[in-house]
């Protein structure tokens, strides 16, 4: 919609005084300005034509928020935000002030990018983070699911309610149940309530590793990350072609430093009884059960294990 100086810009002398008033008496007639009279009795009839501008421009905002079409489509001069009128005494004298306030919608998109802010994946699916929760159709997708989504929601419900501690989730099942979803939305519940959060994709970042063999202060960047953040979910754990340095200068470190402190959660298609086997033999040292027993002393005692029973999820959809 025209602002007022782009409805008047080309009008002058007696016109533009007869056009301006006109708009004025509209004004004054509109409910929108006769609810802002109520709840400002100070504002007189010289001080609302004194600040014509500013009134025309806030009942356009108001009309336009009334017929919201969506953020996307905001038809307000700024994006998101809408013209709020208050009034304020200065030297002596009463004002009308207007200012831009965000609406519901931009309110809630900056919450949300703040909470994205504070999850940090890598190598993970990105619309597993992105596609929306529905706690309703999490429960309901699968009754087989039930047990282990309730407590994955009552893990969630504990650490708002008591803050986090250094016990983390061993969700394990068979392929497509939904094990990285759930941790996924785990993460973006916590990160509502202010906690950072990272998740990794084992296969591929064991590969990555490879390469930043070469890069030394990117190696020591991510694990600083991992080590530090206050959750952390290693996704498909088990999965991965697991070498000597990676499982005992890598994991090792961050996990070593990670327990009594902060909660590690892991996603597997293995119990933990199976993952230690995995974890204990490597394509270039064969198998070493002490080394395996080793890292497994750093994840079983800080882990509440669940198990995912249920449908594959990935095969129903095709």
């Not at 809630?108 to 596609?131: G, M, P």
């Not at 591929?204 to 991510?222: A, G, H, I, R, Y």
């Not at 991965?240 to 090792?252: F, T």
């Not at 993952?275 to 497994?296: A, N, Y």
Request: charged share 30%; aromatic share 8%.
């Amino acid at each position: 919609m025209e602002s007022l100086g782009q409805v008047l810009k080309q009008m002058k002398g007696p016109s533009f005084l007869k056009r301006s008033q006109a708009i004025f008496d509209e004004l004054l007639s509109d409910p929108i300005v006769k609810e802002l009279r109520e709840e400002h009795p100070e504002l007189d009839h010289d001080m609302l034509r004194t600040n014509l501008p500013r009134l025309y421009q806030y009942v356009n905002d108001r009309r336009n928020c009334g017929n919201c079409p969506g953020l996307a489509k905001c038809p307000n001069d700024f994006e998101g935000h809408f013209s709020k009128l208050e009034t304020s005494v200065l030297n002596g004298q009463l004002e009308l002030v207007e200012r831009k306030a965000p609406c519901s919608l931009q309110i809630a998109q900056q919450n949300e990018d703040q909470i994205k802010k504070r999850i940090r994946s890598f190598y993970v699916d990105e619309r597993a983070l992105q596609e929306g929760y529905n706690e309703v159709e999490i429960m309901g997708k699968d009754r087989l699911r039930a047990p282990a989504v309730n407590q994955v929601f009552r893990y969630i419900r504990d650490v708002k309610e008591q803050g986090l501690t250094p016990q983390g989730l061993y969700l394990y099942g068979s392929f497509g149940t939904g094990k990285t979803f759930l941790m996924s939305y785990l993460l973006h519940e916590l990160a509502i309530g202010g906690y950072t959060g990272v998740i990794v994709y084992m296969p591929e970042f064991v590969e990555d590793l490879k390469s930043m063999l070469q890069d030394n202060q990117k190696l020591k960047d991510t694990v600083e990350v991992m080590k530090n953040c206050d959750l952390l979910i290693f996704d498909d754990i088990g999965a991965e072609n697991i070498s000597p340095w990676v499982r005992d200068h890598v994991l090792g470190a961050i996990l070593n430093f990670r327990m009594n402190r902060k909660p590690t959660f892991y996603t597997s298609n293995y119990d933990l009884g199976g993952l230690e086997k995995h974890l204990s033999f490597t394509s270039k040292d064969g198998e070493e059960m002490h080394k395996g027993q080793r890292l497994m002393d750093r994840i079983s005692p800080f882990v509440d294990v669940v198990h995912l029973h249920g449908e594959n999820q990935r095969r129903s959809r095709n």
